[in-house]
């Protein structure tokens, strides 16, 4: 069942086609792999999926919905949230606040019963906090539930990134490079984490560079180069198509 | 017709005089921000400083071109502390608290000055007299020429500097990016202490050159300070041969809306051109817009 | 959370406490004179710091807001027959609209410029009130009528002491509710990261316009009840130098901290009248206080010392 539907994508910096006529789709509870050499145009995709950027030309249709061009924070109320590659932690507050953040569509968050601090608010918090602090417990953070943002290693910071997005409900979850900066172990608990984020009905798009993750954890990938469409395809398809090979996989299969 | 033409340059003259005023000052804004990226509230007071210590120590005895040197090299040290004290100490202070920090300074040199000093007016001679020049039916002050020809020089010179001086090339790759002018091995540090020195000495210059017309105290910077904030603005901060444009258009403006309006209005001018720049032009006119790279 | 709320009602108790003590420790009318001021400075300073501490923005002109609110008491009551009360509320929506009216261009700013832009409208505030002499008396200033609570005119220190206590505490209680909700959390995740926010579903936007509008109506009650209180309004209510005080205010006491707020109020306000030559050395003393705290207390007095308390008994 197509949740995501992309066509025709278009977004240009000054000359320069950064992403250009983009299109896939991608299935309900999918985890959907984009990959492609540096300068491909991952990154202008993944910001003009998740709101920060309007494309110049082309649609995006989340479950039917025409959400194209919609900012992120509009994009959040239809189920779509993200994680940082470059860390937008709000290193300002606690990890708990941090993923107590992301639920805020879903608090009482209108002004004057917050001014006066009803019964209705008070409660809204009490359940925002026992809901973080199980998402916490779901990507095996309980250890830093009352620690400051700021004092948490970068490993942590990156899993406090997705319970934080984890916690505005959504439907479908952008990952932007969740295994840049990770050692091994801790690259094995993303893999883990992802599929079980999948599996309980979470469809996820990523955007990596580390293949073993991108094998391991895909069903399906995406190849970019040049902003447009390389390839497309399952996992052993894209290993094995020569065009992708020699654009991207092939400098590392010979450093191999 | 004669009466409206030479009514006309008067104010042109005036504008193009206070405007080549802002238009240092603004310079002094821009050099500053193209090493550091902050902006410094404190200008002002260096122009300021040029004039008042010009002032006191002519009074001490001083010849005057003594007494200028003197103040300008002051003005200098005083940029130089700023930059090692409040902005290379702050580290993490952010945005706000360099701005904060700046405007600290901006007000503990005005406090100052009015006690080391005082708080009245003081004029300054002008440089070759004040015997008026009539062009036009319009009145020209010599020290309006002077005023012209040290900006002439100044752009010259500043010029020379960062096109054929390495010093000056490196200001302009850190302007450019800091990160990569760092990893090639250029002192930031060191760029930031002497982009407040230029700063400094051209807002000395600046208030030592102004004076002569509008007399200095001990709060002439705040005033100037915003209005050669407004010639960065209008030229595209980071531009300094635009802060000079930007500096006459807001003279220019200004003396127009003092001699065909109102001169009760004439201090609202350069904040509401400030205004109309920030919400509709904020690259001003000749800047660079800022590329985002997503 | 049982430590949260523990704080947050020893925090209002103490409070209400030396409120109430207050007339106890004060002797004279210059003793209320200095209470009363501070009281009204720091229900602004409390407003300013949800802007700029908490949702990490700037505001250089907030006694712009400030004036326009005693003007309005001033004004409304004087040439337009308004109770007293009436100018009150009527001088804080008319603020409260010019705030979201200017909010929505400027806040797009950032920084710097947003430094600039708020610097710019203060001073156009203060250059207007000075000019219009014919509707604000000009530089001399406007004298202001009595505030009429009940029909009665409130007169005398000790009735002001109480009015602007509680009104210090039920601003009080109210931000702290606001800190402590999610509209609380938003504005810090604004100031934390506005890419983060937005990701997250808050409308970065609307909670800075939000909190700007709170502020400067918060600025303006405080405004309209000094012009009630001193008798007298002048154009000096708006100057740049009074908006410095009320950020050094801000920035002293600790950003992101309602006691900060009220700490940093009372102090800069009791500076003043301390040093008894400090009229020469006030600008000398602010600009000290306002480049030594950030560059050595960046977070500010009680928020420091609160670490330090913390970290002593951990």
Not at chain 2, 81 to 107: C, F, K, P, Q
Not at chain 2, 200 to 218: D, E, K, R
Not at chain 2, 223 to 234: C, E, N, P, T, W
Not at chain 3, 82 to 102: C, K, Q
């Amino acid at each position: 069942m197509t949740f995501l539907r992309v066509t025709g994508l278009t977004k240009s910096f000054g000359g320069v086609r950064a992403v250009d006529g983009v299109d896939f789709t991608v299935r309900a509870n999918d985890v959907f792999s984009i990959i492609g050499p540096n300068g491909a145009g991952k990154t202008t995709l993944f910001n003009l999926l998740s709101g920060l950027i309007a494309p110049d030309a082309g649609a995006v249709i989340l479950d039917g919905e025409d959400v194209t061009g919609l900012p992120a924070h509009q994009l959040a109320t239809r189920g779509l949230s993200r994680s940082f590659q470059n860390l937008q932690v709000f290193f300002n507050m606690t990890a708990l606040e941090n993923v107590m953040v992301g639920n805020h569509r879903h608090t009482a968050r209108r002004f004057l019963p917050c001014l006066l601090g009803l019964p209705s608010v008070r409660d809204s918090e009490r359940r925002t906090r026992v809901f973080a602090e199980e998402l916490m417990h779901y990507v095996g953070l309980e250890r830093y539930i009352h620690a400051q943002a700021a004092a948490m290693p970068y490993g942590a910071l990156k899993r406090l990134e997705i319970a934080r997005a984890l916690a505005t409900r959504p439907r479908i979850l952008l990952l932007d490079e969740p295994a840049a900066g990770l050692n091994p172990a801790e690259t094995a608990h993303m893999d883990a984490l992802i599929r079980r984020i999948a599996e309980d009905g979470i469809t996820v798009l990523l955007v990596e560079h580390d293949m073993h993750l991108v094998w391991s954890v895909s069903d399906h990938i995406l190849v970019l180069n040049h902003g447009r469409v390389l390839a497309e395809g399952g996992a052993r398809e894209i290993r094995a198509n020569p065009q992708v090979v020699e654009a991207y996989l092939g400098h590392r299969a010979r450093e191999r | 017709m004669s009466g409206v033409l030479s009514e006309f340059l008067q104010f042109l003259f005036s504008g193009l005089t206070v405007g080549a005023i802002y238009g240092l000052i603004g310079l002094g804004f821009a050099v500053i921000y193209n090493a550091s990226h902050v902006i410094n509230f404190a200008q002002g007071e260096f122009v300021m400083i040029g004039g008042m210590a010009t002032v006191f120590l002519m009074a001490a005895g001083l010849p005057m071109p003594l007494a200028v040197v003197l103040a300008i090299a002051g003005a200098a040290l005083v940029g130089w502390l700023l930059a090692r004290i409040g902005i290379e100490t702050a580290r993490g202070a952010g945005v706000v608290g360099l701005i904060i920090i700046t405007i600290g300074a901006s007000i503990l040199l005005r406090g100052l000055a009015q006690v080391v000093w005082d708080r009245n007016f003081h004029p300054l001679p002008p440089i070759s007299g004040d015997a008026p020049i009539h062009v036009f039916g319009a009145t020209l002050l010599p020290q309006s020429l002077w005023i012209g020809a040290a900006l002439i020089a100044i752009m010259a010179a500043l010029r020379f500097f960062f096109d054929h001086t390495r010093t000056g090339k490196a200001m302009q790759a850190a302007a450019i990016d800091p990160l990569a002018a760092q990893l090639m091995g250029i002192d930031i540090r060191r760029l930031v202490r002497l982009s407040f020195v230029l700063s400094a000495a051209l807002g000395a210059l600046a208030g030592v050159l102004v004076a002569p017309i509008t007399m200095t105290y001990a709060n002439v910077g705040v005033m100037l300070g915003l209005k050669g904030f407004a010639a960065a603005i209008v030229g595209g901060l980071g531009n300094p041969l635009g802060a000079i444009a930007g500096g006459l258009v807001v003279g220019i403006a200004e003396a127009m809306t003092a001699g065909y309006l109102s001169s009760a209005w004439k201090d609202v001018v350069a904040f509401v051109i400030i205004l109309f720049v920030l919400l509709f032009l904020p690259n001003g006119l000749f800047g660079r817009a800022e590329v985002h790279r997503a | 959370m049982s430590n949260q709320l523990l704080q947050r009602h020893g925090g209002l108790a103490l409070l209400a406490a030396i409120i109430a003590a207050g007339p106890l420790f004060l002797d004279n009318g210059f003793h209320y004179n200095v209470a009363i001021l501070a009281g009204l400075n720091a229900i602004v300073c409390i407003g300013l710091n949800l802007l700029i501490g908490h949702a990490g923005q700037i505001s250089l002109g907030h006694a712009g807001f400030f004036a326009l609110g005693a003007y309005a008491s001033a004004i409304l009551p004087e040439r337009f027959g308004f109770h007293p009360l009436g100018a009150l509320l009527t001088g804080a929506l008319l603020v409260g609209l010019l705030a979201f009216a200017i909010a929505r261009p400027i806040l797009r700013l950032r920084g710097h410029y947003l430094a600039m832009a708020t610097l710019g409208m203060g001073i156009i505030v203060s250059i207007v009130l000075d000019q219009k002499v014919d509707l604000t008396g000009g530089p001399d200033g406007m004298v202001v009528g009595d505030l009429t609570l009940f029909g009665q005119a409130l007169r005398g220190n000790l009735a002001w002491y109480w009015l602007v206590g509680a009104l210090l505490f039920v601003t009080t209680w109210m931000a702290l509710n606001l800190v402590h909700s999610p509209v609380g959390r938003a504005l810090k995740a604004v100031h934390g990261s506005e890419l983060a926010a937005a990701a997250m579903g808050v409308d970065v936007f609307h909670y800075k316009v939000l909190v700007f509008v709170l502020s400067a109506v918060l600025a303006a009650i405080a405004g309209s009840l000094f012009a009630h209180y001193n008798g007298f309004v002048t154009p000096d209510e708006a100057s740049f130098i009074h908006s410095i005080q009320l950020v050094t205010m801000v920035v002293l006491g600790g950003m992101a901290s309602i006691a900060g707020s009220i700490v940093g109020a009372v102090a800069l306000t009791l500076l003043p009248q301390l040093l008894a030559d400090f009229h020469d050395y006030e600008m000398i003393v602010f600009g000290a206080i306002l480049m030594g705290t950030m560059i050595l207390l960046p977070t500010g007095v009680v928020p420091t010392l609160a670490a330090r308390i913390r970290e002593r008994l951990a």
